[in-house]
């Protein structure tokens, strides 16, 4: 019989698979989603513009009205150019493919987004992990050590990050990019709950380039990520796309909804709003509040209480995410989800409940 050991890379079984759990019958504050689903009134006409879906044809392989929106919509620079992928994990992967071979590996801060270093493993690629300041902030000077002792390929940094939920310091990052003959991915997943971005910036250094996903805005049903830089880096890049990754429905819905993002805009509004006022009641409660430019709050429990406080809000079925690892900088962390103001104020009777504050 065929041995899978034999076969199945060692670093591939060692990994587990990345864990979704069921939450049905929850509220759910787990994965960073908008909790506005499409309003009413549009789903007539989105579903109309569907009808017009030829579902017997492959997609388009580079829409073009659709890259017109997104350079629109996200503020793309003119003589930048993009890449579209089945999210940003897609051009994660794409990135770490392009450099595989070159014994060089790639580097991020951490605690930061788990797919840079699982998305290395699956590429054969080292991953080195530079740990950020008690703070979260980006430890400078080892962060240009590890660029000047490793080379790396690329540099992932998380802007805001995740699943801390800060910005780094600008004159930090500008560093990083003049340091580096790798290139530097500065990832805005969260970009629409931030005050600051790389993007207008593109062209500044012709190791930049910045990757937005539309998750987060309120879409991640779609499976919809962008990658955008210089056309030279983007060409080559583009050569280890699927073809015919991005698939006819998502196309049609992504266009149907950046023609009406002022919706997803008044939507993202709402969720600033919110999160300034479940971080103040957090924090009312006894709870470390981390600073957050994304649509999700990082807190510290008092000591030894983030599994027992997670367990009673899923017993409570609220599933939020369980951060906490001993020994390191998110020990006793929990992530919560901005939700909708029902969502929220459900969070917090909990925690009253559950912190003994009623």
Not at 77 to 105: F, K, T
Request: proline share 7%.
């Amino acid at each position: 019989m065929t041995d899978i050991a034999s076969l199945i890379r060692p670093e591939v079984r060692a990994l587990t698979a990345y864990p979704v759990p069921d939450a049905t019958g929850f509220i759910k504050l787990d994965a960073m989603e908008n909790p506005w689903n499409w309003p009413e009134a549009h789903r007539d006409a989105w579903l109309e513009r569907l009808r017009t879906a030829e579902l017997n044809r492959y997609p388009e392989p580079r829409p073009a009205r659709l890259q017109a929106l997104l350079r629109e919509v996200m503020g793309v620079p003119e003589g930048m150019d993009l890449l579209l992928g089945n999210g940003s994990d897609e051009l994660i992967q794409i990135l770490a493919l392009a450099v595989l071979g070159q014994g060089r590996p790639l580097l991020s801060p951490e605690p930061g987004f788990v797919m840079y270093r699982m998305i290395a493993t699956f590429c054969g690629l080292q991953h080195v992990g530079v740990p950020l300041k008690p703070d979260f902030s980006l430890d400078l000077p080892a962060m240009l050590e590890a660029i000047a002792e490793h080379r790396p390929a690329i540099v992932f940094l998380a802007y805001p990050n995740n699943p801390t939920g800060n910005l780094f310091d600008v004159a930090d990052i500008e560093q990083i990019l003049d340091s580096t003959e790798g290139l530097v991915v500065v990832d805005e997943a969260y970009h629409a709950f931030s005050s600051r971005s790389f993007m207008p910036r593109l062209g500044e250094w012709d190791n930049l380039l910045v990757l937005r996903t539309v998750s987060k805005m309120g879409l991640a049903g779609i499976r919809l990520g962008m990658l955008a830089g210089p056309p030279a880096w983007i060409a080559e890049l583009d050569k280890l796309r699927m073809p015919y990754n991005i698939n006819t429905l998502t196309r049609i819905t992504a266009e149907y909804a950046l023609e009406h993002h002022e919706v997803l805009d008044e939507q993202t509004k709402s969720i600033r709003e919110e999160r300034t006022i479940l971080a103040a009641a957090l924090a009312a409660l006894g709870l470390e509040v981390f600073p957050s430019e994304a649509n999700f709050l990082l807190v510290r429990t008092p000591k030894g209480q983030a599994a027992a406080l997670f367990e009673g809000l899923r017993q409570r079925r609220i599933l939020i995410k369980n951060l906490h690892a001993p020994d390191t900088l998110l020990e006793d962390c929990l992530r919560i989800t901005v939700g909708r103001p029902d969502e929220n104020a459900a969070v917090i009777a909990a925690l009253e409940e559950l912190l003994g504050k009623r």
